[in-house]
């Protein structure tokens, strides 16, 4: 199969229909594949001004270019659609992505044959969607409807073969909780727009895939040279012997620093929560397809209340961060607590963190038992854990919660900003907080884009303390312009030597490219992939000459596409609002902790994150006033074909 | 020289599914699991994956029922061979297998099974976790001890536990 070529299939389940397309040629010139055509895809789907929550809502599903392939560990599915997460007090919702791997979900797509999958319509009564090579059927979910994640696939796979890849959601999904997720094969998830809640809205308990006609290569032997080459530089990494032992868990020495809550010391953060508790649940790792580091993990609670007990996945940050925060110092709770959220399938970070925020309202009087109709909000794991349920299940008071952060706002005027870890930007909760991890250039796409981290952005810099010259290697093997590169590295009063505004714009540029190309970010962030590695497998695979700024000149185009969609749906520059929290200092056990530049030599100001913002909406060639791309720029990236 | 033979340890899995791939583009210059000579039994409940291949038999059940020769065995190397040009694809080999070491190939529907791509396999390379080796003999007995030592360890931890 010509790898230039993309092939979408569109299920409308209102009415049941299925339609199959190729894509012309010139979308992988200007998308590169995967994700990249998905949102060329989605600016010709998404009509505007439409509820998430409606039928004319799509959920696009892209599987990378390289997935399939054994270019390590491009394994990523990203799915695009309107948020159900609400965003702003008046109502608007951003268009956004999220993304995850897996073992078999976007494999199968690929081997399947299917680059882009478009879900639009509602179904009148649960289904699932089987898609096997050519086949594609809307199927009956009433005896999966009500279950668990994990059971849901499982379910599935008994019933039709164990071979397929699924993507499945839980109650959560199905009751519309707004921060509801999809998760991939039990193990990774689509998280934090909201994408369960979407499925549920479609009556979509599940999608399953299974494919057999395989992924060809323009360029065989080139690209085993290459993966070679890739694979010898991933086994000569020292860190690779601890990843493959504990997964995501090897990260804590830096992540200790980075997601540190303040609540607690950092000693007994560690005593708590470190390295030596994460191997007490580790059962053995589980890498996604093709993967030679292997981030996800099974784990075990070996002993305790909830002995037996096991999970795939991520959930050592997530448990560590919210364990602090909930003052729960017995680690195989929260592990416990992230099984539930997984089964359920619930964004375990915004759940948590909101039953922490109306839980000390409550303490505080400013919510009273009339609020929260006559339910009584006390501290303690099993005050919390009923509160979890009722949000999961929309029950009294869960169903405000439900709604998330902005509602809470207008239903008790209340200020999301109030809470105090992380930041809060278009009515999402971020992962961490740039006061405890310094204002590098992952917390810029905190708020330039709501859903950050692994779907946002991954780059070396993602952690603090990277020399320049390290900066520097990696800009230009993406190929940046000399110019750019200079811009970049010169010295201001509001960013220091760093101009954390102008990396950012080719920072996000990057991470479209590895979302088109299904390629996984861990390899980036760690400095062992770069543009150019990644222009070498494209060009192999597609047989196309590209090379690395090729590459980010396309991310640039997707990254516009994604603007003006949501420009489009009323998102200015007033809604890429620092969050108030960062200039606030943290009052710490360690100390008072403020955001600090990435270097770490001063105090980050108001003034200094605006023109940081100034710089970067220069960088993108956007009206930096009104923070929107201009006619001129649109024209320059050739997407002036696109109406919007 | 002594006869080199797959060593599998299901216990070191995880599934990344390399071998799959990396054989499939070996032999048919295709990414396809579905057209590789090794395969990962998937357990679904545990989500624990399981390496399977042939493991070229002293007694290949497989060249006995097949009635075109297709499917042979070397005396001199060991290696149990499928010819595609003789065989009528009846499949007899794959029903008789007993450890489910050929597959089908969904292109052909004919059978497929491992050369150890004439001694050097790639499912090997390939594989960074430790659960597939290329190994002699002698070796492969030595390790097998070291592992069932390694077991009898455990056990007898539980053992004395249990007694205390």
Redesign the interface.
């Known amino acids: 199969m010509d790898r230039l070529i993309s092939k979408e299939v569109k299920v409308d389940l209102t009415n049941g229909s299925v339609g199959k397309r190729e894509l012309p040629e010139k979308f992988a010139r200007k998308y590169l594949g995967g994700s990249g055509i998905g949102w060329r895809l989605a600016a010709e789907y998404l009509k505007e001004d439409i509820d998430p929550f409606s039928p004319e809502n799509v959920i696009i599903l892209c599987a990378g270019a390289l997935v399939g392939t054994l270019a390590p560990g491009a394994s990523k599915v990203t799915a695009i659609s309107k948020f159900p997460v609400i965003a702003t007090k008046d109502g608007k919702h951003f268009i956004g992505s999220s993304t995850g791997g897996g073992r078999y979900f976007g494999v199968n797509m690929k081997m399947a044959g299917y680059d882009q999958l478009v879900i639009t319509g509602r179904s009148e009564k649960p289904v699932y969607l089987k898609i096997s090579d050519d086949e594609v059927k809307i199927k009956d979910a009433s005896d999966i409807w009500g279950k668990g994640v994990d059971e849901t696939a499982d379910k599935l796979l008994e019933i039709e073969g164990k071979n397929y890849g699924v993507a499945s959601i839980g109650p959560a999904g199905e009751n519309t909780v707004r921060f509801a997720e999809m998760f991939l094969d039990k193990t990774n998830s689509l998280g934090r727009g909201g994408l369960g809640a979407l499925m549920g809205s479609k009556n979509l308990k599940a999608i399953i895939v299974k494919g057999t006609k395989g992924v060809s290569v323009a360029r065989p032997d080139e690209f085993m040279e290459i993966v070679d080459e890739l694979h010898r530089r991933i086994l000569a990494w020292p860190f690779r012997d601890h990843w493959i032992k504990i997964g995501m868990g090897a990260g804590w020495s830096t992540f200790k620093h980075t997601q540190y809550p303040g609540i607690w010391s950092k000693a007994k953060w560690e005593k708590l929560y470190g390295e030596e508790k994460r191997l007490q649940t580790l059962e053995e790792v589980m890498p996604c397809n093709s993967c030679l580091i292997s981030c996800r993990i099974k784990w075990k609670i070996k002993d305790g209340e909830f002995a037996g007990e096991t999970g795939l996945g991520s959930p050592y940050g997530k448990s560590a961060t919210s364990g602090q925060l909930l003052n729960i110092e017995d680690h195989r709770k929260m592990i416990h607590w992230v099984t539930l959220a997984n089964r359920a399938g619930i964004d375990f970070y915004t759940t948590t963190r909101i039953i922490d925020f109306v839980t000390k309202l409550y303490q505080d009087g400013k919510l009273t038992r009339e609020d929260t109709g006559g339910l009584e909000l006390k501290r303690g794991y099993k005050s919390y854990l009923a509160l979890f349920d009722k949000i999961v299940n929309r029950d009294d008071f869960g169903d405000i919660l439900a709604d998330g952060w902005i509602r809470l706002q207008q239903e008790f005027g209340v200020d999301p900003q109030e809470f105090w870890y992380a930041g809060i930007c278009k009515g999402t909760d971020f992962i961490y907080d740039a006061r405890a991890s310094n204002f590098h250039p992952l917390m810029m796409t905190f708020f330039t884009r709501p859903r950050p981290h692994h779907g946002g952005s991954h780059t070396l810099t993602n952690s603090p303390g990277k020399s320049l010259e390290e900066i520097r290697n990696q800009v230009e093997r993406w190929g940046i312009k000399k110019e750019a590169v200079k811009r970049i590295f010169t010295p201001t009063t509001h960013s220091g030597k760093f101009n954390v505004g102008r990396y950012t714009k080719y920072m996000e540029d990057m991470m479209r490219v590895k979302n088109a190309l299904g390629a996984c970010s861990i390899y980036t962030f760690f400095g062992l992939m770069f543009g150019d590695d990644l222009a070498k497998l494209y060009s192999a695979i597609t047989g196309l000459e590209v090379k690395g700024r090729d590459l980010v000149t396309c991310g640039e185009r997707i990254s516009n596409i994604v603007k003006l969609l949501n420009v489009r749906e009323g998102f200015t520059r007033k809604e890429d609002a620092v969050p108030e929290l960062w200039l606030r200092p943290m009052d710490s056990p360690e100390g008072k902790i403020e955001t600090m530049d990435y270097f770490k030599t001063k105090v980050m100001t108001k003034e200094d994150i605006e023109k940081i913002l100034d710089d970067y909406y220069d960088e993108r060639g956007w009206d930096v006033k009104k923070g929107v791309p201009t006619k001129q720029t649109i024209r320059n990236l050739e997407i002036d074909d696109i109406e919007l | 020289m002594s006869e080199k033979i797959i060593l599998l340890n299901a216990e070191k899995c ?5 071998c799959e ?2 054989c ?2 070996a032999k ?8 590789s000579r090794i395969r990962l039994l ?1 357990i ?4 624990k994956t399981v390496p399977i291949v042939c493991q070229q038999c002293v007694t290949p059940l497989c060249t006995y029922v097949c009635p075109t020769k297709a499917i042979t065995k070397d005396e001199e190397t060991g290696l149990v061979t499928h010819d595609p040009d003789l065989c009528i694809g009846c499949l007899m080999c794959f029903v008789a297998c007993p450890i489910g070491g050929i597959s089908i190939n ?1 292109e052909t529907r004919k059978p497929i099974k491992c050369d150890l791509c004439g001694g050097d396999p790639k499912c090997v390379s ?1 594989c ?2 430790g659960a597939i080796e290329f190994v002699d003999l002698d070796e492969a007995n030595e390790k097998k001890r070291e592992e069932a030592i390694r077991n009898i360890d455990d056990l007898l931890k539980i053992i004395t536990e249990k007694k205390e």
Do not use: D, H
Not at chain 2, 14 to 18: E, K, N, P, Q
């Open positions: 995880t599934g990344c599914r390399r791939l990396v499939s583009f048919e210059k295709i990414f396809n699991p579905a057209q998937r679904k409940e545990s989500e969904p390939e960074e976790y």
